[in-house]
Antibody
Framework: EVQLVESGGGLVPPGGSLRLSCAAS????????MSWVRQAPGKGLEWVAN????????YYVDSVKGRFTISRDNAKNSLYLEMNSLRPEDTAVYYC??????????????WGQGILVTVSS | ETVVTQSPATLSVSPGERATLSCRAS??????LAWYQQKPGQAPRLLIY???TRVTDIPARFSGSGSGTEFTLTISSLQSEDFAVYYC?????????FGQGTKVEIK
């Protein structure tokens, strides 16, 4: 069974930093590209970042470029999101998600339960 | 950057009726479109990908159609468990994007 479990969320002041982790199990992690997607309270879904299977390509939404870094450790079956210079508008539930299938272009088909990040003084 | 726009924002439907949700892309995205269902307090659930392919275990009352810039999600006969928010997403590696969502509520 595919499982994605996020951790590392919490309350952080504006300008602060936080590192989210996503522990993956139940599949061959190194074969899938992964995503972070966020959802501000009462709002819709917003894609944040993608990383391909071997970690050599990374993509970000414009609003987080230069502040957030997506990374992965395939030996530890883990995905990360390093968030710096946090702003109140980064407040959201952050989801870790896995591509539906490993080969070809597919949307995220498996999602974690989400972790809340609150940026406030 | 491709923007996807959903309509309507809210759809009021009686149980057993048909619901039709629309998603329009600002430029052609071929068939790289997915539909998700999200209930309060839950993660999104993928229903449809490649515009019309149902994910395993998704009921046949959910169907997707379209290509290029115009897409539709149809729920043929709404069940109580189908009342939720639905999102479309165009997907690629470098700049995927979600629509703003359509809330399907009980009439």
């Amino acid at each position: 069974e595919v499982q994605l479990v996020e951790s590392g969320g919490g309350l952080v002041p504006p300008g602060g930093s936080l590192r989210l982790s996503c522990a993956a199990s139940g599949f061959t992690f190194r074969s899938f590209w992964m995503s972070w997607v966020r959802q501000a309270p009462g709002k819709g879904l917003e894609w944040v970042a993608n990383i391909i299977a071997d970690g050599s390509e990374k993509y970000y939404v414009d609003s987080v470029k230069g502040r957030f870094t997506i990374s992965r450790d395939n030996a530890k079956n883990s995905l990360y999101l390093e968030m710096n210079s946090l702003r109140p508008e980064d407040t959201a539930v952050y989801y870790c998600a896995r591509q539906l299938y490993s080969s070809g272009l597919f949307p995220p088909g498996y999602w974690g339960q989400g972790i809340l990040v609150t940026v406030s003084s | 950057e491709t923007v996807v726009t959903q309509s309507p924002a809210t759809l009021s439907v009686s149980p057993g009726e048909r619901a039709t949700l629309s998603c329009r892309a600002s430029q052609s995205i071929s068939r790289n479109l997915a539909w998700y269902q999200q209930k309060p307090g839950q993660a999104p659930r993928l229903l449809i990908y490649d515009a019309s392919t149902r994910v395993t275990d998704i009921p046949a009352r959910f169907s997707g159609s379209g290509s290029g810039t115009e897409f539709t999600l149809t729920i043929s006969s709404l069940q109580s468990e189908d009342f939720a928010v639905y999102y479309c997403q165009h997907y690629n590696k470098w700049s995927p994007g979600f629509g703003q969502g359509t809330k399907v509520e009980i009439k």
